[in-house]
């Protein structure tokens, strides 16, 4: 098929129309529950109170605002797929904005502006000191500015508003990886997210990676909880062609969350009963470097080392070829001085050519035919 082609095609299963709303539009919207921002998405994002106030001076401003990109589902309800801080902002803005339970959310009292310092402590509506409150002609000026909509109609192929959420929240964007993977698990399958997000709350999990506040505010927890249930099963032949482990992630588990066959409660036994011999043989050294001169572990968490020994425990236990537990440690311990690890191991190797050596590496060390 020539490129033409493909391009045809493609444009043919997608479906889109957009036009300008007012943002008195956009509300009618969401007060009649036409419109689902997905607040579940509000733990992922994080707009500082600047930023919001931001929001607000550019639109009193006349600022234009970048379209608001929705996808409308078969029951006509439109799902935000990207522009929901600023909607949020504006919600909560006018103390119309509800949390993932449906309860209204404080209304935000904004900060002072490089161009209107006096926006400070500002909020839309203030009957115990009206001096707070927003002009009435201000209000409308915010009721009556344009958000464009940019619509993929229902008619579109399925995975079209995955896709274009995941193009339009990486790069560039605040969010991590997998932030906008736990997104994406929000619309296809809350359920599946509800489950994944548990896993790396098992006690022994959170003490053998023992992962630092930067990392976890930005689910990495949730990514290496993700990597183990897709990667310690998979097949020698899927590891070789993984290729990019970003896009292979976001394309699997999308795959995964929608299978019925997918057994969550072996996943998560194997998951438990992996992280569970591993806090009790090597506790938080599970995955640190060893220094085998210094005859002790050092530093922190090293996914390389997560990659072999979590993986490596885990296909043994689930084919009931795993060595005696006292061997745990001493074979952990192992690897650093073993150049097919330590060759593959390094920074500047990247997954897609370290993860075919590394896993059957793991798999074959924690053997008791090793």
Known sequence: MSLVDQINKKRR?????????????????????????HPEFQRFYRWTPAQKAGLIESILLGIPLPPVFVSQRSDGVWDVVDGLQRLSTIFQFMGILRDEHGKRMDPLALEGTKYLPALKNVLWDDMENPKRALPKELQLVIKRSKIAASIVLKESDESAKYDLFQRLNTGGSELSPQEVRNCLLVMINKS???????????????????LSDRPLEEAYDVELALRFVLLARISEAEIKSIGDVGVFLTDRVSDVAQDKRFRRGEAKQLFEDTFGVLAQTLEDDAFKRYSTKKRRHEGGFLLSTFEVVAL??????AEGTLCEPKEISKRARSIWSERSFTDWATSGVNASRRLPRLIPF?????????
Do not use: C, H, Q
Request: proline share 5%; net charge negative.
């Open 13 to 37: 299963e997608i479906k889109t129309d957009g036009y300008p709303m007012s943002i008195g539009e956009w509300v009618s919207m969401y007060e009649r529950e036409e419109l689902d921002i």
């Open 362 to 370: 793991g798999r074959k060390l924690f053997s008791k035919v090793f």
């Open 192 to 210: 599946f997210f509800e489950w994944m997000k548990e896993l790396p709350k098992y006690e022994p999990f959170i003490v053998t990676t023992a």
């Open 312 to 317: 490596g425990v885990a296909y043994n236990i």
